[in-house]
């Protein structure tokens, strides 16, 4: 079987450099835990009860929305070369939203497509599936909504729905957004987290946290700094990447780490500085106070001396 990142690593050497990074990182982990199920268990839909299965690609219909579709998925998988424009990072929806979209556990397309208008309290209104994709753009891939209606949201709506064919709406959809994550026995430490991501993460992530690139594209993404998501971001509430990286994390060894360590090592991750939230007002304790009230949100604390966030106005928005 190709491998999932195969198909968006065209240069072998990106592959190479993938497939090798990755086979370092299987070994040493399984090696470490002989109490973790066989690997053909390990993904993250393993946590979620979901039953709903996709259509595979091949049924893609050969037509003006079979094109549409694919544009979508193609966005998925390298926003930067298909979406460029609204893009301010160097992440695809893909690096979040894992095979394309489809990995249950993973916050897949279709289950979230059959949720929406829905009341976000983020935005206190009601929001639409396009609405709620362009949150994503202006936060998680640090960029600009693309405007409602344009070929961008056009195709991934496209590809969303035509991901979710035959699921019913229903707001509590099996393998909707991430797992539920046990809450931590200690309360999330820095320096255990550390210690988590050199053991377990900087393999891939680099040390420093800012991924690796090969002839210009992305294979390992970025966790924090300026290529990352911004402060204003889903991930940047160390509660979601907990149960991101609990079910997603490291790739391919899916709940391999215990409920401590993903708590430990999100909030080491989150406690990085990144661009800007892009609804800046003016100071960071402003802007904590009406975006940031939140225990899971490390913007505006001081962490190792310095003030999360405190790098003035938001470039490029
Ligand atoms: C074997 C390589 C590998 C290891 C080890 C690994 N990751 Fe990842 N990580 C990836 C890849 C590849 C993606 C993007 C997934 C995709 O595009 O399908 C990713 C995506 C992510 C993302 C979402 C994208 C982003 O840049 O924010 C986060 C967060 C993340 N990893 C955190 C971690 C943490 C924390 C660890 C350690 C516990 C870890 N990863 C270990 C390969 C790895
Ligand atoms: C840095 C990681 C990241 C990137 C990149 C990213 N997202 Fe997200 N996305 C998230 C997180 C976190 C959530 C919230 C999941 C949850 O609340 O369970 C989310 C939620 C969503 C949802 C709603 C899911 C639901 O069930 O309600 C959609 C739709 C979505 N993203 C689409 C996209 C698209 C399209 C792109 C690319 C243009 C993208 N995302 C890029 C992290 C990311």
């Excluded at 190709?2 to 993938?18: E, G």
Aim: glycine residues 10%; charged residues 20%; positive net charge.
């Amino acid at each position: 079987m190709t491998h999932p990142l195969a198909t968006r690593f065209p240069s072998r050497a990106a592959l190479a450099l993938c497939l090798g990074l990755l086979a370092v990182g299987l070994e040493t982990a399984f090696a470490a835990d002989a109490t973790l199920p066989p690997k053909s268990e390990i993904n993250p839909a393993a946590g979620t009860g979901a039953t709903f299965q996709p259509p595979p690609e091949s049924e893609i219909p050969k037509n003006e929305f079979g094109k549409m579709i694919k544009l979508g998925r193609d966005i998925m998988l390298d926003t930067p070369q298909y979406a460029g424009k609204y893009v301010g990072n160097t992440l695809s929806c893909v690096n979040c939203h894992t095979d394309a979209g489809r990995m249950a556990g993973s916050a897949p397309l279709w289950a979230a497509y059959v949720n929406y208008p829905a009341y976000r309290s983020k935005n206190k209104k009601v929001n639409t599936f396009e609405e709620r994709i362009q949150g994503c753009f202006r936060f998680s891939q640090n960029g600009k909504a693309p405007p409602l209606g344009s070929k961008t949201l056009v195709a991934l709506q496209s590809y969303s729905y035509w991901l979710a064919k035959g699921l019913p709406t229903d707001e509590k959809v099996a393998g909707r957004g991430y797992p539920d994550l046990a809450a931590p026995a200690l309360p999330p430490d820095y320096a255990r987290g550390k210690a988590v991501y050199e053991a377990r993460c900087a393999v891939c992530h680099t040390a420093s946290g800012a991924g690796r690139y090969v002839d210009g594209k992305t294979v390992f993404p970025p966790l924090w700094g300026d290529k990352s998501f911004n402060w204003g971001a889903g991930m940047g509430s160390y509660k979601n990447a907990a149960k991101f990286i609990d079910a997603n994390m490291p790739y391919g060894q899916s709940y391999s780490l215990t409920p401590q360590q993903a708590w430990d090592v999100a909030y080491f991750m989150d406690a990085h500085e990144r661009p800007q939230d892009p609804r800046w007002k003016g100071s960071v304790a402003a802007t904590r106070a009406a975006f940031h009230d939140s225990k899971f949100s490390l913007y505006g604390e001081t962490i190792n001396g310095k003030v999360l966030g405190d790098i003035g106005p938001p470039k490029n928005h």
